[in-house]
């Protein structure tokens, strides 16, 4: 194993860290260090351990055994707290910040200095933070009004302020446009510049390695390597090293001719969503893209029958919605594969089992009988075929990783022959070897079904989708072919809502 040097000590080492849930053990004995100055990503298949060690170094878990050491010296971390006096922080992918507070207020709640500080003092503080690391925002400004990108700003800030010497980020990018990815790069820059330790989790490689200065990758709990950036020789490389086999991450999306439409939709709204117009027919996936909170969510649960829309029409599968949703079929119909994995798609505290038969129990009675043991059966062939790990349909869904929660899911929602998919966030937090798995499946799909697919990852809709659509505050602002690279290239404005005055509506997304 060829590790990175560095002339500094370690500001952080971790040694023989164990930590099991259940009939999973997500980290064993494992050893690492975090030194000032430097970025080190950690990679690792889904379930490889990575967003586990980190929460045991920021005080979320306790480990089951093995020490922390800070500057040399044994620490216990028996809360997030404690982590914080340490100087260690963590920024999440969902942002704990009151919406109805200013920039100022969110930044130092919780943290007041016992002596009294003006409004105008604690606002200057944070404009002086703000400045000195690149990160554009008004500390007058009303959290609630602020976009995705703006509200990381803000808890980065925060652990600015507690003077956090090491800074965990978890899947960042997962919210931000392109400009405000590239603009968070240059913040983390300045940080390790300026002796800041950064540890930054993510599955996409191309940002590790143009953003990471080293990489420690994690496999079934264990580090098995260590390298420099530098030695790196391509995301390839890096993938190969993750996942120990060559994976391309490229998929061949040969063009379908559309057939019926499964989705029509004119003139709806529902919520924050306005005036939306789309068509979705078999054979064709159509990405909708957009910074989180810009009416994706409307859509979706419009679709999905969470929301009864306020106006406009809405024909799903050649039905009205009233009629589709008053008693849609398990199979053959509507699949819904949501962004929140843990909170919606799936019972945490149910087992594997239970949790298969959330939406596909009508195919496994026999009147008022549940044929739970066939059902085991079908869990247990499906969560092999899609490499759920560990794969044992008795283990409670809180036991698994988000991501081999993820893929637990889509094995559950293709197995029900869908003719209308939507997809929300469905590669989000998987490794690259899942994602290639997931893509493939959409892209077979596409033979019996047309796709709705929500992202985020603008290299993901434009790998699969056939059709663009851009959302910003509630609206969709353009739709276009993906393959349209003059509009392509605009994406990133459209969709921080700068560059919409002429952008296209594509006839072939409107209804007939």
């Given at each position: ?5 560095s002339?500094?000590l370690?500001?952080?080492?971790l040694?023989?860290?164990?930590k ?11 050893n690492l260090d975090?030194y000032p ?6 990679l690792?298949?889904?379930?490889a351990g ?13 480990p ?9 010296q044994a ?16 920024v ?10 200013t ?7 919780g943290?007041e200095?016992?002596?009294?500080l003006s ?11 703000a400045?000195?690391?690149g ?16 509200r ?5 800030i925060k ?6 010497q ?28 300026q002796g800041?330790?950064?540890v ?5 490689l191309g940002?590790?390695?143009?953003l990471?200065?080293?990489v420690?990758i994690?496999r079934?709990?264990q ?8 030695d790196?020789?391509s ?9 120990g ?11 379908l001719?559309?057939r019926?439409n499964?989705l029509?939709?004119?003139?709806v709204?529902?919520g924050?969503?306005?005036d939306?117009?789309?068509r ?17 969510k ?6 999905c029958g ?9 024909s799903?599968l050649?039905?009205t919605?009233?009629e ?5 079929p398990?199979?053959g119909g509507l ?9 919606l ?5 149910m087992?594997?089992v239970?949790?298969?038969l ?12 549940l ?11 499906l ?7 560990p ?21 559950r ?9 939507v ?5 989000q937090?998987?490794?690259?070897s ?7 499946t ?19 809709a ?5 059709r ?8 969709i ?10 509009q392509?290239?605009?994406i ?15 006839p ?5």
């Amino acid at each position: 194993m060829s590790g990175p040097t560095s002339s500094a000590l370690p500001v952080v080492s971790l040694r023989k860290i164990t930590k099991i849930f259940g009939q999973v053990r997500a980290n064993s004995a494992i050893n690492l260090d975090i030194y000032p100055g430097r970025i080190k990503a950690l990679l690792g298949e889904n379930g490889a351990g990575k967003s586990t060690l980190m929460s045991i170094l920021a005080g979320h878990y306790l480990p089951d055994s093995g020490e922390i050491l800070i500057h040399g010296q044994a620490r216990a971390f028996g809360s997030t707290k404690d982590a914080i006096k340490a100087g260690i922080g963590m920024v999440y992918q969902h942002f704990m910040l009151v919406d109805a507070m200013t920039v100022a207020e969110n930044v130092f709640l919780g943290q007041e200095p016992s002596f009294f500080l003006s409004r105008r003092k604690l606002e200057e503080r944070v404009s002086e933070l703000a400045t000195t690391y690149g990160l554009d925002l008004n500390p007058r400004a009303q959290v609630g009004d602020l976009s995705m990108g703006e509200r990381q700003r803000v808890e980065i800030i925060k652990l600015l302020q507690r003077q956090s010497q090491v800074l965990i980020f978890d899947e960042p990018t997962a919210v931000l446009t392109p400009p405000e990815a590239e603009q968070l790069f240059v913040a983390l820059r300045t940080m390790a510049a300026q002796g800041k330790a950064i540890v930054y989790i993510s599955h996409k490689l191309g940002e590790v390695m143009a953003l990471a200065d080293e990489v420690a990758i994690l496999r079934k709990g264990q580090i098995i390597d260590e390298i420099a950036v530098q030695d790196v020789h391509s995301q390839a490389d890096l993938a190969q090293r993750m996942v120990g086999r060559e994976v391309l991450l490229q998929v061949e999306r040969t063009p379908l001719e559309p057939r019926q439409n499964v989705l029509r939709m004119q003139g709806v709204c529902s919520g924050m969503l306005r005036d939306a117009t789309l068509r979705v027919r078999k054979g064709e996936i159509v990405a909708v893209v957009g910074v989180a909170g810009n009416g994706q969510k409307e859509l979706v649960e419009t679709i999905c029958g969470l929301r009864t829309p306020d106006q406009g029409d809405i024909s799903i599968l050649g039905k009205t919605w009233k009629e589709f949703f008053h008693n849609p079929p398990w199979q053959g119909g509507l699949s819904y594969v949501p962004e929140d994995r843990m909170g919606l798609a799936t019972c945490s505290h149910m087992d594997l089992v239970d949790n298969f038969l959330l939406t596909t129990r009508q195919g496994y009675c026999a009147g008022i009988w549940l044929r739970r043991e066939q059902a085991r059966a079908k869990a247990q062939e499906l969560i092999e075929l899609f490499h759920v790990d560990p794969p044992d349909v008795r283990c409670l869904a809180r036991e698994l990783s988000g991501g081999n929660l993820q893929k637990m899911v889509l094995a559950r929602e293709f197995h029900r022959c869908p003719r209308l998919i939507v997809a929300e966030q469905p590669t989000q937090g998987l490794d690259v070897s899942a994602i290639e798995d997931v893509w493939a499946t959409l892209l077979a799909a596409r033979e019996e079904a047309g796709i709705v697919l929500v992202t985020g990852d603008l290299s993901e809709a434009l790998a699969l989708a056939d059709r663009i659509v851009v959302m910003f505050a509630g609206r969709i602002v353009a739709a276009f072919a993906a393959d349209d690279q003059e509009q392509v290239q605009r994406i990133g404005m459209m969709m921080a809502g700068m560059d919409t005055a002429d952008a296209p509506t594509d006839p072939a997304l409107l209804p007939a």
